[in-house]
């Protein structure tokens, strides 16, 4: 008779990779079955009572439905925190991590920053608690995103504060005007055209809204953040956006063409496009 260990992985290997199978048995066996990673490595076997019997099937067959993992547990890790996560934000990516790692260097200890787009409030309860001294604002369009932001910045004991606005419509009130020392966004960057090349577990489950752009339009978020980035931060302030791989070097042109200067395209741990970080220039050098 197979192992826990090998019926799991047997279980989701028609659907899944072998590695990713692996890694997903990893984690259904430490993580959720509550054994460690030494009998995980060891291949140790367990005996389920009745009800873990019925946990794991009901894991198995969600995942055999290519729901993400994350919403299963319903949390994902996020620099060295957990973030609770369900449907209606985005599953938190290593390379938004790399995101805020850049920016919090580049950032006063005591720094105004405005993130757009937020999702879970990964990335602004981040920040919050890497310079507890900062002023961290945030925004998103979906009220259950908000929801979701708002129990991780209590469980996570951050200091944000967060509002609902269409940032397409938004307009600063006049006491926020070059106040912010950074912007920061990971707002929707795939095209409609892309959608064909994603995987199940992103299009049937994760938010739409915080994953598309037109495929006519795909700078739409970069321009109208651009903008209010000339007006809502100070000069030196920062713009700092994750992007998608494609339009680097549109982005880049487009922020230079905003008199933006100090333009960077960096890539990500993976050699891709991943970050544009900008500065806004004082008034009389634009």
Excluded: W
């Amino acid at each position: 008779m197979a192992s826990i260990i090998d019926y799991i992985c047997q279980t989701l290997q028609p659907l899944y990779s072998k590695e990713e199978a692996i890694a997903l048995t990893r984690i259904i066996y430490c993580e959720m079955l509550e054994q460690t990673p030494t009998d995980f490595f060891l291949g140790k076997d367990i005996v389920l009572s009745s009800k873990q019997k019925t946990f794991l099937r009901s894991i198995l067959q969600r995942l055999l439905e290519f729901e993400p993992i994350q919403y299963i547990q319903q949390q994902a890790p996020f620099c060295n925190h957990r973030f609770y996560v369900a449907p209606g934000v985005l599953i938190p990516r290593p390379e938004t991590e790399e995101l805020v790692l850049h920016l919090t260097e580049m950032l006063p200890t005591n720094a105004r920053v405005f993130d757009i787009g937020t999702g879970s409030g990964c990335i602004a309860i981040s920040l919050s608690l890497a310079l507890p001294q900062a002023v961290i604002t945030a925004c998103d369009i979906s009220e259950k995103a908000l929801t979701i932001a708002e129990t991780n910045n209590e469980r996570l004991q951050a200091n944000v504060s967060f509002f609902q606005t269409d940032i397409l419509t938004y307009k600063p009130a006049s006491a926020d005007l070059g106040t912010l020392d950074a912007i920061v966004s990971n707002p929707p960057y795939i095209t409609r055209d892309e959608a064909q090349q994603m995987e199940p577990n992103v299009l049937r489950y994760e938010p739409h809204e915080a994953l598309f752009v037109p495929n006519d339009n795909p700078l739409l978020f970069y321009r109208e953040i651009g903008i209010l980035g000339l007006t809502m931060l100070k000069p030196g302030g920062i713009l700092a956006f994750e992007i998608n791989r494609a339009y680097g070097k549109k982005i880049k042109q487009l922020l230079e063409t905003m008199c933006y200067e100090h333009v960077q395209l960096m890539q990500d741990i993976c050699h891709n496009d991943r970050f544009i970080f900008a500065k806004k220039q004082p008034p009389h050098n634009c």
